[in-house]
């Protein structure tokens, strides 16, 4: 089977669905990932073919409009920038989506590229599955990641309707992008005003969703067709090595901390920075510093903080005390499988999400809002993630059972049944 996954975004988004082509290659599946040229040494170190679209997403999250976006946490008004930015980049996704997509069998695609992939889908008349790593499907046991808990006793019609809605946010910020590409590149009609949620090249097909069904159950109302298989770790390439001045640190004392904000940008890098080594020094622990696209910059480093750019996060959590991020899907995932607490500072979108995801689970303290963060607000927090050994107990006791699931397994194996019924 010849197999297109079309997956735009960070790292974070990127990374699940080239664990996912991996083991689809794995399993003998020709797989061409679709996605920036900022990820093709990525791709290419595992091994799977990589189609470049043109630009770096990286280019757009360190704008200065996006990062002072990302700072104040507004989800519509960083939704707003993204569909200027995806209808300037409409025509080039649709160009090189179509490019892609020729010859293969069953496009695959997840919140970032579901649009594009479904156009690509009518184009070519091929099947599109629904890859996704947060829920998406409506349903009455919870509300949309978008939503805050709503109170006991709204009932489960409200929690529906609450997908619905973050569906047309997302649709509706992205329609004019979508049209463009569908007129001007693909010669199709344009979507319905609603979306194109009920599109053709979307019936009979299986939704799986790479999450761990012991961090969110799989709601009782969805359908048979609907899978939860567990997450999509993207582990390191085989002659992957520590650098050995980080090896030196980590022996040197005491698990540190880890502390990274991914590819969430900030006006002030510096001043992120010193705050986080205040909340360090108020908490007395050392810390591994990630840079990354956030670019945490710090000119005098103290001898208790190593800085690093990249590290895979599944050779590195286990070795620390404590998570700190900004609460992205893939960094949540990969703290919850190290089995460590996580502390939450959530910028936007889904990231809200899962810090409440991670305290609710009692593996993690209360999330801290970037806009409302303090060094002893910070440093608080991480004393109770070092200090508190039931929430200790109850990471370690959830990363066990993370680790012993096998998402892309289980993923594969839904995929090729799908094969196997003739659709594809």
């Known amino acids: 089977m010849r197999v297109a996954i079309v997956a735009p975004g960070s790292r974070g988004d990127v990374e699940p669905y080239i664990a996912l082509g991996t083991g689809l290659k794995n399993a003998g599946h020709i797989v061409r990932l679709v996605t920036h040229q900022d990820f093709e ?22 704008s200065q409009d996006m990062r002072a976006l990302l700072e104040g946490g507004n989800f519509v008004a960083v939704l707003s920038q993204m569909s200027k930015e995806a209808q300037r980049g409409a025509l080039i996704l649709a160009r090189g989506g179509l490019a892609a997509c020729q010859g293969m069998d069953l496009v695959i695609a997840g919140i970032g590229g579901v649009f594009i992939g479904i156009a690509l889908a009518e184009k070519l008349g091929l099947p599109l599955l ?37 569906r047309q946010m997302m649709w509706q910020g992205f329609r004019s992008a979508d049209r463009l590409a569908r007129r001007d590149v693909l010669d199709l009609p344009a979507a319905p005003f609603w979306g194109p949620f009920n599109a053709d090249c979307l019936q009979h097909t299986p939704v ?7 961090v969110i159950p799989r709601p009782p109302d969805w359908g048979e067709h609907i899978h939860v298989t567990g997450y999509w770790f993207l582990d390191p390439a085989d002659d992957w090595t520590p650098p050995p001045a980080l090896l030196e640190f980590l022996q040197a004392g005491p698990p540190p901390v880890y502390v990274g904000f991914g590819s969430m940008s900030s006006r002030k890098p510096e001043e992120t920075a010193n705050l986080i080594v205040q909340a360090l020094a108020r908490a007395e622990q050392r810390a591994i510093m990630l840079s990354g696209w956030g670019g945490l910059q710090m000119v005098d480093v103290p001898e208790t903080i190593f800085t690093v750019d990249s590290v895979p996060f599944s050779w590195l959590f286990p070795r620390v005390a404590a998570v700190v991020h900004h609460g992205g899907a893939g960094t949540t995932s990969a703290g919850l499988r190290a089995g460590v607490p ?43 993630a070092v200090t508190d050994q039931a929430m200790r107990q109850r990471a370690a006791s959830l990363g066990a059972t993370i680790q012993a699931e096998d998402g892309v397994a289980r993923a594969v194996a839904i995929i090729e049944q799908f094969q196997e019924s003739g659709v594809v």
Do not use: M
């Open 41 to 62: 040494g990525l791709v290419a170190l595992h091994g799977v073919e990589f189609w470049p679209l043109e630009g770096k997403v990286q280019d757009i999250v360190q």
């Open 130 to 166: 629904q890859a996704y790593y947060i829920p998406f499907t409506p349903t009455r046991a919870a509300p949309s990641f978008l939503v805050p808990r709503l109170p006991q006793g709204f009932g489960g019609a409200l929690n529906r309707l609450s997908y619905h809605v973050a």
């Open 342 to 384: 996580s502390i939450v500072v959530p910028f936007f979108g889904d990231q809200p999400f899962w810090g409440r995801c991670v305290a609710e689970l009692g593996v993690g303290p209360a999330p801290i809002p970037r806009k409302k963060l303090t060094a002893e607000r910070l440093a608080q927090a991480i004393q109770q």
């Open 208 to 214: 799986i969703y790479g999450y761990s069904p012991a």
